[in-house]
């Protein structure tokens, strides 16, 4: 797992339950100082194809994961 930071732009990321592990599809962005950002595309529909194959990580949600705000350190998977 590496660790990223959400893009200012996304409001929340609400808890996840304790039913299972949950992947949000998203894209990494790159900002000045050779850092990154996590943005997460705002549908996440599973049946939707065009939404995955724009994804280039997936934000991994462990059961019970408290909710995130803009900011807030996530773990990511690179797809891409």
């Given at each position: 797992m590496?660790?990223?930071?959400?893009e200012a732009g996304f409001d929340l990321i609400s808890a996840n339950g304790s039913r299972e592990t949950?992947?949000?599809r998203a894209r990494m962005l790159e900002i000045d100082a050779g850092g990154a950002r996590v943005?997460?595309?705002s549908n996440q529909d599973s049946s939707l194809l065009a939404v995955m194959s724009k994804a280039?990580?997936?934000i991994r949600r462990m059961a019970n994961a408290p909710a995130l705000s803009s900011g807030d350190e996530i773990e990511y998977l690179p797809i891409g």
């Open positions: 590496r660790a990223a930071f959400l949950q992947y949000k943005e997460t595309h280039d990580v997936l």
